[in-house]
């Protein structure tokens, strides 16, 4: 069965630390995405990556095919990152798998 | 800089009623995605659309749905006969290619009483 896994569900974190978020799947895929969604409910996509990794201001998603392995990472994190970052993947199909989300708080 | 919309932000429904989710796309986008998060539980697909047709879809995605687009820049899912658990917020996405991000809509929250 095709899963996806996050870890942790939930983290907390003081203003500045870094932040890892990982993601685990069970089969081969062909693209993975990282996706941030806000209180209010609007998801946002942050990454998609197949192989290697990517950065985008403070943001870093690295993938590891052989491992089956995908992690985010946040750095100087900041209040505003509060919210729920969700590792979805897309096997050979048009069918975006997605985690249940690991919910970030990040306190000043 | 371009996004997708949904309309409308909240629907409230009698069981047994239709609805109908709309969406528009980025412009020049191809593929076309639904989505719903039922309150607490992990985004679910439901259907891709692709060149005017149905490419993919999922074992939710039974007889009482139906997407369409009806004119070039809509994209809608229609839910012919509600019932109490199509309660969820119910999100579009498009993306230019398949194997690229997909951007999301804001969602619409569906509420069948």
């Known amino acids: 069965k095709n899963e996806v896994e996050q870890s942790p569900q939930n983290l907390t974190a003081q203003e500045g630390e870094f932040i890892t978020i990982n993601c685990s799947y069970s089969v081969g895929i062909s693209a993975l995405h990282w996706l941030q969604q806000h209180p209010g409910g609007g998801i946002v996509s942050l990454f998609m990556?197949?192989?290697g990794k990517k950065k985008h201001g403070r943001l870093i998603a690295t993938i590891n095919i052989q491992e089956k392995h995908s992690s985010l990472h946040i750095t100087a994190s900041h209040p505003r990152d509060s919210a729920v970052y969700i590792c979805?993947?897309?096997?050979?199909?048009?069918?975006?798998?997605f985690g249940t989300g690991t919910r970030l708080q990040v306190f000043p | 800089e371009p996004e997708v919309t949904q309309t409308p932000s909240h629907q409230v429904t009698q069981m047994g009623q239709e609805v109908i989710l709309r969406c528009v796309p980025i412009s020049n986008h191809l593929y076309f995605y639904w989505y719903r998060q039922i309150l607490g539980q992990k985004v679910e697909f439901l259907v891709s659309?692709?060149?005017?047709?149905?490419?993919?879809k999922s074992e939710i995605f039974d007889d009482q749905f139906s997407v369409e687009r009806p004119d070039g820049s809509n994209f809608t899912l229609k839910i012919r006969s509600t019932k109490l658990e199509d309660s969820a917020m119910y999100f579009c996405?498009?993306?230019?290619?398949?194997?690229?991000?997909?951007?999301f809509g804001p969602g619409t929250r569906l509420t069948v009483l």
């Open positions: 996405a498009s993306s230019d290619k398949r194997e690229l991000s997909q951007y």
């Open positions: 979805a993947v897309l096997y050979n199909t048009d069918k975006l798998i």
């Open positions: 659309f692709y060149n005017n047709e149905i490419s993919e």
């Open positions: 990556l197949s192989s």
